[in-house]
């Protein structure tokens, strides 16, 4: 599976978004993706209690631990891979996560526009 380039939305080299928990697609720390990443995890958050109890209504239980995926589950505070449409969507609901820019993948601007996740950028405001 070929990865795509490793830039963030601005060009440059994309920075681990979390080693601990590790995240990604590739499960590699970054949020690197590759045609095969159907979700396009993309875009690096910060988390928090709204996101958290947004994603859980929507089905996708990120806080509680997975043994047998080896997933610990999140907490505020701790940075994530989350798929660009996810992503969106809490914002449509007003309830989307802090984004680090330059540990998002240039891709997720395939899906959301770059002036929106500067308004959410931890790494500018």
């Known amino acids: 599976m070929d990865m795509d380039d490793s830039l963030n939305i601005y ?3 994309l920075l681990s978004c979390s080693e601990n928990p590790k995240t990604g697609f590739f499960r590699d720390g970054c949020c690197n993706t590759s045609d095969a990443d159907v979700g396009s995890h993309t875009v690096c958050i910060k ?6 109890a947004f994603s859980k209504e929507r089905g996708n239980d990120l806080s509680t631990p997975s043994k047998e995926f080896g997933f610990p589950g999140l907490k505020p505070g701790d940075r994530w891979c989350l ?3 996810r992503w969106l969507e809490a914002h449509q609901h007003d309830m989307a996560p802090r984004v680090h820019l330059t540990r998002t993948h240039q891709r997720a601007l395939e899906i959301v526009p770059g002036e929106l996740l500067r308004r959410y950028a931890v790494d500018l405001n």
Not at 47 to 52: I, K, T
Request: proline share 8%.
């Open 11 to 13: 060009g440059e080299p």
């Open 47 to 52: 988390v928090d209690e709204v996101f958290l």
């Open 83 to 85: 798929c660009a449409a």
